[in-house]
């Protein structure tokens, strides 16, 4: 194999790897939390997002309409999240739209600043929705594992 690409291929497959590191750093951040919402076959699924607080709620980010999470809780509101590990029941209420969108987008860039510059770079997150999370009304019951 000639020397150039030798070269070339070696720094492709450093640059390949050094943005799959940069990526999972980011994807993983100061804090994932992981939201359980129910399956259309009755399933549990389980989903890693990034939280933010405002407004006395959690806020997490559905990164367009057709996340399998979101259309989980578009059928049932009733979701589990897992943070600092423990697992609390949460009502789940969407804002779509430009309002919604600006809202979650400029939580998670204040919460996670560089990480979420990084990922803007990879994801198109146009349509994304946000949603808020509060604690269900006493007697609700929310999906088990």
């Keep these: 194999m000639p020397p150039l690409l030798r070269f070339v291929l070696v720094a492709g497959a450093v640059l390949v790897a050094v943005v799959a590191g940069i990526t999972l750093i980011a994807t993983e ?26 407004d006395g709620a959690a806020w997490v980010e559905a990164a367009n309409p057709e996340r399998a999470f979101y259309s989980d809780i578009r059928r049932n509101p009733l979701v589990m999240m897992e943070r600092d590990g423990q697992s609390r029941p949460y009502l789940a209420k969407t804002f779509g739209g430009p309002e919604g969108n600006q809202r979650i987008r400029t939580l998670l860039r204040e919460k996670y600043g560089w990480a979420d510059w990084w990922l803007q770079q990879m994801v198109d997150t146009s349509r994304s929705i946000a949603v808020r999370l509060d604690p269900p009304p006493s007697g609700s019951v929310a999906p088990r594992r």
């Excluded at 359980?36 to 009755?42: E, F, H, I, K, M």
């Excluded at 399933?43 to 405002?54: F, K, L, N, Q, S």
Aim: hydrophobic residues 40%.
């Design 29 to 54: 951040g100061p804090e994932v939390v992981v939201l359980s919402t129910r399956a259309p076959d009755g399933t549990m699924r389980r989903t890693r997002v990034w939280v933010a607080e405002a």
